[in-house]
C-alpha cells in the first residue's frame, strides 16, 4: 500500500496507530496533525511528516484517520469537510455513529473503528464498520491498515457499544487482572520482578493459545486441571468469588455509557 494517510490527534490512540503504521514499515506517507508540539516532535523524530494545521493534512492525504476525543470531533470535521470529498475517513471515536459523522462530512466515505490501546505493540483488536459509500476495494486498504495494528475484523455497527465495552476498554480490566496476579505472587513470596514477569507471560500465553489453538478457554483450563492437583483447589475458590459476573457487570456498564455518552454528544434529534 502506498497511499497517503492522515492522522488528526496524535494522542494515545492517534499516536499508537501512528507507531504501529511506522514499527510494521508502512510504505506509503504518513503525516500527523496535532495542537501538542511535543507529541508531534515525537512523532516527526520516527520519520513521520508533521504539521499543526489539520486541513493541510486532510487535503494532501488519500485516507484521514481522526482521532480526537468525541467531544472534538465535530468541530475537527466541519473544518477538514471540503478537504476530505470523495476520500475514506476513519474515525476512532468512541460512542459516535456513522451517521453523525457523514453529517459533518457528507461527501467522503466514512469508517467508524474501536481499535485499542495495544495496537502501540501491534496486537490491537480493532473492530470496524462503514457507510454504504465504502467500496471492497476501500475495505481492502483499510484492513491492509488495521491489519498492521493487530487483527481487525468487520462488524455490524450496532455491535460497537459492546466492541466499546468489550475490547476498547479491555486493557484497563485485564490490567487489574496481571496486577491482581501479581499480588498474590507477592502473597506466596514471589520476588516482585518475577511475580510482575510470570503474571504479564501467562496473561500473553493464555491469549496464544485461546487464538493459536483455536480452543475454548474452558479446554484450555480443562488442559491444566488434574484430579486433586493444584490447579483445582484454586478454582475453586475462584468460583465462589464472583469472578466472572464482575467482568460481566463491569462490560455491560462500560457499554451502557457508550450509549449515554453517544445520547450527550449526537442526540437522535440531531439526525
Ligand atoms: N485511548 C484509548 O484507549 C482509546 C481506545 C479506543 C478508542 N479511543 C478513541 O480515540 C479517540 C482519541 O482518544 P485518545 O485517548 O487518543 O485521546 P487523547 O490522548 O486526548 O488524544 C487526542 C489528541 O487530539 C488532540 N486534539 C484535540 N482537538 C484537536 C484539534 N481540533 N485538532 C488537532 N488535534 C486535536 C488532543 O490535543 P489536546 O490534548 O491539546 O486536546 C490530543 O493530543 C477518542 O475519540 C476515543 O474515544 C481511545
Known amino acids: 500500500m502506498s497511499e497517503k494517510i492522515a492522522f488528526i490527534g496524535t ?17 506509503g506517507k504518513i503525516v500527523a496533525a496535532d495542537f501538542m508540539a511535543d507529541k508531534l516532535k515525537q512523532l516527526e523524530a520516527l520519520g513521520v511528516a508533521v504539521t499543526s494545521d489539520n486541513r493541510e493534512a486532510a487535503a494532501e492525504a488519500d485516507i484521514v484517520f481522526v482521532c480526537v476525543k468525541p467531544g472534538d470531533l465535530e468541530k475537527v470535521l466541519t473544518q477538514i469537510s471540503k478537504d476530505v470529498k470523495g476520500k475514506l475517513l476513519v474515525s476512532s471515536a468512541a460512542t459516535v455513529p456513522i ?13 467508524r473503528i474501536m481499535p485499542n490501546v495495544a495496537a502501540l505493540v501491534q496486537a490491537s483488536y480493532t473492530a470496524f464498520c462503514c457507510d454504504a ?59 516482585r520482578g518475577i511475580a510482575e514477569k510470570a503474571a504479564a507471560q501467562n496473561m500473553l500465553g493464555t491469549a ?24 483445582i483447589e484454586a478454582i475453586y475458590e475462584l468460583e465462589g468469588s464472583e469472578v466472572r459476573q464482575a467482568l460481566m ?10 450509549a449515554l455518552i453517544r445520547e450527550k454528544i449526537c442526540p437522535e434529534d440531531k439526525r
Not at 208 to 216: D, F, P, R, S, W
Not at 222 to 228: A, L, R, W, Y
Not at 249 to 258: I, Y
Open 133 to 191: 459509500d465504502v467500496t471492497e476495494g476501500d475495505k481492502q486498504k483499510i484492513r491492509g491498515i488495521l491489519d498492521m495494528m493487530g487483527v481487525c475484523e468487520e462488524i455490524d455497527e450496532k455491535y460497537m457499544d459492546a466492541i466499546t465495552g468489550l475490547s476498547g476498554s479491555g486493557p484497563g480490566y485485564l490490567s487489574i487482572i496481571a496486577e491482581a496476579l501479581t499480588y498474590a505472587g507477592l502473597k506466596v513470596g514471589l520476588p
Open 208 to 231: 496464544k493459545l485461546i487464538m493459536e489453538l483455536q480452543e475454548q478457554p474452558a479446554k484450555i483450563r480443562d488442559m491444566v486441571t488434574t484430579p486433586g492437583g493444584t490447579t
Open 249 to 258: 457487570r463491569a462490560v455491560e456498564q462500560a457499554t451502557k455509557k457508550s
Open 11 to 27: 494522542g494515545m490512540m492517534g499516536g499508537a496507530i501512528v507507531r504501529s503504521l511506522v514499527k510494521g514499515g508502512y510504505s
Open 99 to 111: 451517521w453523525f459523522l457523514k453529517k459533518q462530512v457528507p461527501q467522503a466515505k466514512v469508517v
